[in-house]
């Protein structure tokens, strides 16, 4: 698939021919530097944005072709994201932070047992502003895998934390993965988080410039950055 944004006079080509497979289960993660197209790619996969050419397919559906309707089912239905920024609700708890997705989905769980799944089932009925950046973010988890998703997308879950909280909340993501069993790409600069992944696709200029398959997955405790 291609990704081109047109600037007015100028256009930028964020992918440039990006051929992907994502296997059901697996974690996966994207390396590269800052403007090799790892966010413009977790975004075409998510629906949240569109392939300027290519396709995209969801178990044998094409994404690509969707309308704007049917691209906010596929993302409400089948995606859970996690971004860099937690991107909570000031003004509601951590459970009712979680709850306001669950209300949508069609299979959820409930939104204390997601926060169980991250650690936080003594910090339910606490605001975000009575969090740690690291608990914000694992809520922010919990929110995303509440409604059960087949797949999810996190954009550098730990740009924002120090290492020893970064490492708390891969840990989450990967407890997340293993005993959800959900296709999970994480996006990173940090070669060291490539450890806990099954394979490590390398982005640089628009492009997959090479993927490594890891002989084991690591534990995120086993990581240092």
């Not at 090799?36 to 094409?62: C, E, F, P, Q």
Request: net charge negative.
């Amino acid at each position: 698939m291609t990704k081109v944004y047109d600037m007015g006079e100028v256009q930028v080509h964020a992918l440039r021919g990006v051929d992907l497979q994502l296997f059901s289960g697996e974690m996966v993660v994207l390396l590269g530097p800052s403007g090799s197209g790892k966010s413009t790619l977790l975004n075409i996969l998510g629906g949240l944005d569109r392939a300027s050419a290519g396709s995209v397919m969801y178990r044998d559906v094409d994404i690509t072709a969707a309308n704007d309707k049917e691209l906010t089912r596929y993302r409400r239905a089948h995606v859970g994201f996690v971004f860099q920024f937690y991107n909570l609700i000031p003004s509601l708890t951590a459970i009712e932070n979680v709850a306001a997705v669950t209300e949508i989905a069609d299979q959820p769980m409930k939104p204390a047992e997601a926060l169980d799944l991250v650690g936080l089932g003594d910090r339910m009925y606490h605001f975000p502003s009575q969090l740690s950046g690291g608990q914000q973010q694992r809520v922010a988890i919990a929110r995303a895998i509440a409604k059960r998703p087949s797949v999810l997308l996190c954009d550098e879950p730990t740009g924002a934390l120090d290492s020893e909280t970064g490492v708390i909340v891969l840990e989450a993501i990967d407890r997340v993965n293993r005993e959800l069993g959900a296709t999970t790409a994480v996006i990173t600069h940090n070669a060291d988080i490539a450890r806990m992944a099954d394979r490590v696709v390398h982005m640089s200029n628009g492009h997959v410039s090479s993927i490594d398959i890891n002989a084991e997955r690591r534990n995120p405790r086993e990581l240092h950055w």
